[in-house]
């Protein structure tokens, strides 16, 4: 397992290591986790805002899910291309090693269009099954026709907010969740909150897959194209990143 920060090679890596692997972690941080580490207000057009100075629990979970050193455990940061400032201050954050490093927008951008032909046919490639966490409004049986999911973990509202007021007993029902299943494909899109979630469930179960996919599903999941590259033609639809 090793990333090359190569857009495409690392795409169809990640598509390798989803089928054969029993033991992944893929996390991605960019500019919103950035800012949330540098404690700057910050929110997005999905409804998670962080306030400076007062979601300081918040803070410190993501900063320590960023941590990993474990084999198996690969992070997407934000690249050079779209983002030099947080390049440089993520690679200094996270501990990892290179080869365990590769692009924030590894699905996204000029990837998106690799996502939508290889994703879904790679999930049932690997015959594991599917555990979706998101938003509590996601229609999930959007999905039916392409997945089969076998079950739901709903986030409400403002991830941040949501992470705090509730932390403990969402720890506990992630451990249920985690020790419940083994060789198991967990996708999250949750906003910054995805990371920690990962490594919770990460730190309690290691044989499963756990997959950072942000906002690639919102045309399905949501019936919104959220982002620019959901948009063929669009100048991000169009970009290679590069490290």
Request: glycine letters at 4%.
């Given at each position: 397992?090793?990333?090359?920060?190569?857009?495409?090679?690392?795409?169809?890596e990640?598509?390798?290591?989803?089928?054969?692997?029993?033991?992944?972690?893929?996390?991605?941080?960019?500019?919103?986790?950035?800012?949330?580490?540098?404690?700057?207000?910050?929110?997005?057009?999905?409804?998670?805002?962080?306030?400076?100075?007062?979601?300081?629990?918040?803070?410190?979970?993501?900063?320590?899910?960023?941590?990993c050193?474990?084999p198996?455990?690969?992070?997407?940061?934000?690249c050079?291309?779209?983002?030099?400032?947080?390049?440089?201050y993520?690679?200094?954050?996270?501990?990892?090693?290179?080869?365990?490093?590769?692009?924030?927008?590894?699905?996204?951008?000029?990837?998106?269009s690799?996502?939508?032909?290889h994703?879904?046919?790679?999930?049932?490639?690997?015959?594991?099954?599917?555990?979706?966490c998101?938003?509590?409004?996601?229609?999930?049986?959007?999905l039916?026709?392409s997945?089969?999911?076998?079950?739901?973990?709903?986030?409400?509202?403002?991830?941040?907010?949501?992470?705090?007021?509730?932390?403990e007993?969402v720890?506990?029902?992630?451990?249920?969740?985690?020790?419940?299943?083994?060789n198991?494909?967990?996708l999250?899109?949750?906003g910054?909150?995805?990371?920690?979630?990962?490594?919770?469930m990460w730190?309690?179960?290691?044989?499963?897959?756990?997959?950072?996919?942000?906002?690639?599903?919102?045309?399905?999941?949501?019936?919104?194209?959220?982002?620019?590259?959901?948009?063929?033609g669009d100048?991000?639809?169009d970009?290679?990143?590069?490290?």
């Open positions: 397992m090793v990333m090359k920060q190569d857009f495409k090679d690392d795409f169809f990640m598509m390798r290591l989803i089928v054969e692997s029993s033991s992944l972690a893929f996390a991605r941080a960019a500019d919103g986790e950035a800012n949330i580490l540098k404690n700057n207000t910050i929110g997005n057009k999905d409804g998670w805002l962080y306030k400076k100075d007062k979601n300081l629990i918040f803070r410190a979970d993501l900063r320590k899910s960023l941590l050193t474990d198996g455990y690969i992070y997407g940061l934000s050079s291309c779209c983002d030099e400032t947080n390049h440089k993520l690679l200094d954050v996270v501990k990892t090693d290179l080869g365990h490093l590769t692009f924030s927008n590894l699905w996204v951008n000029s990837n998106f690799l996502f939508h032909e994703f879904f046919e790679t999930l049932k490639k690997s015959k594991k099954d599917i555990v979706i998101t938003n509590k409004k996601a229609k999930i049986s959007n039916g026709e997945i089969a999911v076998k079950d739901f973990i709903p986030i409400s509202g403002n991830c941040v907010v949501y992470w705090e007021k509730h932390r007993y720890k506990g029902f992630l451990d249920l969740k985690a020790c419940s299943c083994n198991t494909i967990f999250f899109a949750a910054p909150l995805t990371e920690i979630l990962i490594h919770e730190n309690v179960n290691r044989n499963n897959v756990y997959i950072d996919i942000g906002s690639t599903l919102d045309p399905i999941l949501f019936n919104r194209k959220s982002r620019n590259y959901h948009s063929e100048e991000f639809a970009r290679t990143c590069v490290w």
